[in-house]
């Protein structure tokens, strides 16, 4: 989905509605929320590292960044999310709206929940109680198992000072290829800022998580009770044992295994097989 910022503020109005000093330009206008992949100069982004390089747009971050507009913070994260509560709580933080668009020769089961915004391909199945949530995206021959939550929001918070917990908001979307098979009472969650994408010919067994912002390259299968933290990402072809868990932000290489029961801790290299606890080398490709 699209989010863009309706009405006009400024970095400057941003950073007094905050509560944080401001460094740089003033007048720079907000249109938008993002990563730091994306340079424009309109777009909210956060950072919690020292950038070496010039950073486009109206950036959260510490003192010593170097951005066209820094709204100088302690906690960058933690002010992000502020930001965003405070874009969503004061209305002017809105998604355009995606059409929907159900090929003729889908079969939707009665009980599915299908909300607006919602695309999927011809020859596409969705099962009994699925609810596929706003802007999410079904290729063609995909099968969707019942119980499946698509586009779930990510588990995501950030600690106040006074130890409550303020909610990072999820603004992606869920793209599912085509010959994809999602198991029964999988969650498949939206990406933070960008999108998770679970890409052609992967199938999950029942009973798999997929947290936000997930990759999971072509071909991968992952089996029962298979947990991704956020931002994994998996090459083409990779296998998932049963019960194994991931990292967050860990890739694994094209082809490569992890056994049943496996923890991954680290970054696993291309047709490398792993198990354990912590996930070790067992064997090179």
């Known amino acids: 989905m699209q989010y863009r910022v309706e ?3 400024t970095a400057l109005g941003l950073a007094e509605a905050l509560g944080l000093q401001l460094k740089g330009s003033k007048t720079q206008l907000l249109l938008t929320v993002g990563s730091l992949s994306n340079e ?4 909210l982004k956060f950072t919690n590292k020292q950038q070496e390089k010039y950073l486009n747009g109206i950036v959260i ?3 010593d960044n170097n951005a066209e507009s820094l709204i100088i913070s302690d906690n960058p994260r933690l002010d992000f999310c502020r930001a965003l509560q405070y874009l969503v709580d004061v209305s ?3 998604n355009d709206s995606i059409e929907s668009s159900i090929h003729q020769t889908a079969i939707i089961a009665d009980s599915a929940v299908i909300e607006s915004g919602v695309n999927i391909g011809k020859n596409s199945v969705v099962e009994h109680n699925v609810t596929i949530h706003k802007g999410s ?3 063609e021959n995909t099968i969707i198992r019942s119980n499946t939550v698509i586009g779930a929001q990510g ?3 950030e600690k106040n000072a006074d130890g409550s917990w303020i909610r990072f908001p999820h603004l992606g979307r869920v793209i599912i290829g085509s010959n994809v098979e999602i198991g029964a009472l999988n969650s498949v969650c939206v990406g933070a800022l960008e999108n998770t994408v679970i890409s052609n010919g992967v199938k999950t067994d029942n009973l798999v998580h997929i947290a936000h912002n997930c990759q999971i ?4 299968i992952l089996t029962a009770c298979t947990e991704l933290s956020g931002g994994v990402t998996l090459g083409e072809g990779v296998w998932m044992g049963p019960n194994s868990s991931t990292m967050q ?3 694994i290489g094209d082809f490569a295994v992890v056994g049943l029961g496996s923890v991954v801790t680290k970054n696993v290299e291309t047709g490398h097989t792993v198990a354990g606890v912590p996930a070790k080398v067992i064997r090179r490709s």
């Open 7 to 9: 009405g006009e503020i």
């Open 137 to 139: 995206v079904i290729g």
């Open 155 to 157: 588990f995501g918070f």
């Open 40 to 43: 424009n100069s309109s777009v």
């Open 249 to 251: 932000k860990i890739t």
């Open 61 to 63: 971050g510490d003192k």
């Open 217 to 220: 390259g072509e071909n991968s």
């Open 92 to 94: 002017i933080l809105v």
